[in-house]
């Protein structure tokens, strides 16, 4: 019985890491763009969650913390990027190459 414990418990470690790299791998992408909050899978989750519960305050931080240069925001269904009206326009009129293909879908708001 012990022994079938010790299994159970090593193979539930073996997958909890396994999802933990991906989820690390998964969320680190911004494309060159500076994130709001702390680095990391549980910096990505904490900041999510900040972000349901007080969004204008992580707004702000971002704003306050990059100033006016482009930046994203993790969220619990994936990154908002938030441009200035120059990078806006810039973005509107690049040719759809571009915009990298391989990065995340986003949101314009």
Same mark, same amino acid.
């Given at each position: @019985?012990?022994? #079938?414990?010790? $299994?159970? +418990?090593?193979?539930?470690?073996?997958?909890?890491?396994?999802?933990? #790299?991906?989820?690390?791998?998964?969320?680190?992408? +911004?494309? =060159?763009?500076?994130?709001?909050?702390?680095?990391?899978?549980?910096?990505? !989750?904490?900041?999510?969650?900040?972000?349901?519960?007080?969004?204008?305050?992580? !707004?702000?931080?971002?704003? /306050? $913390?990059? =100033?006016?240069?482009? &930046?994203? !925001?993790? +969220?619990?269904?994936?990154? !908002? &990027?938030?441009?200035?009206?120059?990078? #806006?326009?810039? @973005?509107?009129?690049? +040719? /759809?190459?571009?915009?990298?293909?391989?990065?995340?879908?986003?949101?314009?708001?």
């Amino acid at each position: @019985m012990l022994e #079938l414990v010790v $299994q159970f +418990t090593t193979a539930s470690a073996l997958v909890l890491a396994l999802f933990y #790299l991906y989820l690390a791998r998964a969320l680190a992408y +911004t494309g =060159g763009v500076s994130r709001v909050g702390p680095p990391g899978v549980w910096g990505y !989750i904490s900041t999510a969650l900040r972000y349901v519960l007080h969004t204008a305050d992580v !707004i702000r931080e971002g704003k /306050d $913390q990059f =100033g006016g240069r482009p &930046f994203a !925001i993790p +969220t619990l269904s994936g990154y !908002i &990027f938030y441009v200035g009206p120059e990078y #806006l326009e810039r @973005m509107r009129t690049s +040719t /759809d190459d571009t915009v990298s293909p391989i990065s995340p879908p986003c949101r314009v708001v």
